[in-house]
Nanobody, 119 residues
Framework: QVQLVESGGGLVQAGGSLRLSCVAS????????MGWFRQAPGKEREFVAN?????GYADSVKGRFTISRDNAKNTVYLQMNSLKPEDTAVYYC???????????????WGQGTQVTVSS
């Protein structure tokens, strides 16, 4: 069955970096769009980045975050640099049939990984 498992979250100081990983199984990620979303306490889940034939980013992370994939490892990454306290959230990866920023466009989700940025 389709599974997405995120890892790499943690506690980091402002200005620091983290790299999140999302390992996919049960399907071939290179045939799908893959996205990262995040949800902060008390806020709605929001788009962060996606990748298919090209990559796309939310304005709030553009220039700081980079999405990539390793097809041989069935893994999608999110490199996060220059982290800010407002980046604190649970980060989720998800699968879609085409690249979109809309949550409803994604049919499978991981369980999430917590990222906490201290000031």
């Amino acid at each position: 069955q389709v599974q997405l498992v995120e890892s790499g979250g943690g506690l980091v100081q402002a200005g620091g970096s983290l790299r999140l990983s999302c390992v996919a199984s049960g399907f071939t990620p290179r045939n799908y769009a893959m996205g990262w979303f995040r949800q902060a306490p008390g806020k709605e889940r929001e788009f962060v980045a996606n990748i298919y034939w090209a990559d796309g980013y939310a304005d709030s992370v553009k220039g700081r975050f980079t999405i990539s994939r390793d097809n041989a490892k069935n893994t999608v990454y999110l490199q996060m640099n220059s982290l800010k306290p407002e980046d604190t959230a649970v980060y989720y990866c998800a699968r879609a049939f085409r690249p979109t920023k809309e949550i409803r466009g994604y049919d499978y989700w991981g369980q999430g990984t917590q990222v906490t940025v201290s000031s």
